[in-house]
């Protein structure tokens, strides 16, 4: 076993878009590490813009000792700086992306170095390529890997969990429905989010080849199958059209749901997941926009636009320079899930379900959920590459989501 490390959490990526935020809320967070203080440094390839992030973090939080926080020069180019930064901390919390071209140095460096990883990366083919490749080596060296610690993928992956525990029998399916609402001064996303779905997209097949690799056997499929939407809907249950989710979240919860099957012998819960788009015109918007999304992807000149070009294509969606701060706080999601199930005492294999619950994840739009797993790790004695939910599933995450404004709550429970 290696010596406790000088530090409980290192910020790698410091001085990126996510990693300022990040370090405001660890700096936040401090007070309440163990025995009262938390020890953490921030670590990033430019030494000038990492000691600039903590200068501004200084400022905005009135906190003039930020500026004494360590800064450790690292680099996913060289592979030893990396190891000399996870020696010197018990979890690294990663908000280097896209993750497909950076993400594996660190995971490979942590797993070695014996420092738990966590990450918000949004990439399936990441996520899962990781477990695939190196869940068998975490376990062996009792380090934790857990991606997709943002939004929207806790909320989804944990608020199927909540819904299956506030159930009375046995839940068997669940259709979620994303919302998200902004202020006045609107709102957009991250160019590292707009080239992860660029590249996800153009690389779809390789992902489905690495799904065949895990040889898994399908799931099983309890109670009555969930029903199927199509590409386009008008959603009565939140009242506006909606389209599939093209998201992780999918990929995120079905994983959860493999593992609490196989390690915990729990009936797996179907799982589909929608986002609202609005009225017609937002219809005809979205079509549009995808359709050239989709084509542009398949060529390399129109990869290259997408990246180049993120305002024009994505109308607006999406920018180089990212929401700013007071976009991030007028924006808010409220994330519905509709499930059914089998009463207590039904038999899941016998006639349709009985009953039906409906809950809701109101919370503000934000990456630095991942700040309120790090404790956790301080903690853990086992290993390997989890989804949150399969990681934390039996944890208070839920009540310290709660806590920090991420609210769970149910709004219906009935009789079919």
């Known amino acids: 076993l290696r010596t406790e490390p000088p530090y409980h959490i290192i910020v790698f990526g410091a001085s990126g878009f996510t990693g300022r935020f990040v370090v405001e809320e660890v700096a936040r967070a401090c007070p309440a590490g163990p025995g009262g203080t938390l020890r953490w440094a921030i670590a990033g390839r430019s030494r000038d813009r990492l000691e600039k992030v903590l200068l501004q973090a200084a400022q905005a939080l009135s906190k003039p000792e930020l500026r004494s926080v360590e800064v450790i020069v690292a680099d996913v180019a060289q592979p030893e700086s990396l190891a000399i930064m996870c020696k010197q901390g018990v979890v690294v919390l990663n908000c280097v992306g896209p993750y497909r071209f950076y993400g594996e140095p660190v995971v490979k460096a942590c797993i070695e170095n014996g420092a738990h990883y966590i990450d918000i990366c949004g990439e399936p083919q990441f996520l899962e390529g990781m477990q695939l490749k190196y869940h068998s080596k975490a376990q062996e060296k009792r380090v934790y890997v857990i991606g997709s610690c943002g939004f929207d993928s806790i909320p ?56 065949k690799k895990f040889g898994h056997k399908p799931l099983p499929v309890v109670g009555a199958p969930i029903k199927k939407r199509g590409a386009l809907f008008y959603s009565k249950e939140i009242q506006q059209y909606s389209i599939p989710f093209m ?4 990929s995120v919860v079905r994983r959860t749901q493999r593992c609490m099957h196989q390690e915990h012998q729990q009936a797996p819960v179907q799982y589909a997941a929608y986002v609202g788009i609005g009225g017609v015109f937002s219809v005809a918007k979205t079509f549009f926009a995808g359709l050239m999304f989709w084509l542009m992807t398949k060529f390399s000149i129109g990869r290259s636009l997408l990246i180049q070009f993120p305002e024009v294509f994505s109308f607006g969606l999406f920018s180089k320079a990212g929401p700013s701060k007071k976009q991030m706080e007028g924006t808010s999601f409220c994330l519905s899930f509709f499930g059914e199930g089998y009463s207590n005492g039904r038999d899941p294999s016998q006639g349709k ?64």
Not at 195 to 211: C, K, P, V
């Open 156 to 211: 989804a992956d944990m608020g199927i969990l909540y819904t299956r525990d506030q159930f009375k029998g046995t839940l068997t399916a669940v259709e979620s429905f994303l919302t998200v609402s902004t202020g006045p001064e609107g709102g957009c996303g991250h160019e590292a989010t707009w080239q992860s779905a660029i590249f996800g997209f153009a690389d779809s097949a390789s992902l489905r080849s690495l799904r």
């Open 247 to 250: 998201g992780s979240d999918p």
């Open 353 to 416: 379900p009985d009953a039906a619950i409906t809950t809701q994840i109101k919370g503000p739009v934000t990456d630095v959920l991942m700040v309120l797993l790090m404790q956790a790790c301080l903690y853990i004695n086992r290993g390997g590459v989890y989804t949150p939910g399969s990681a934390f599933a039996r944890t208070t995450l839920i009540e310290r989501l709660n806590k920090h404004g991420v609210q769970f709550c149910v709004t219906n429970a009935r009789k079919l």
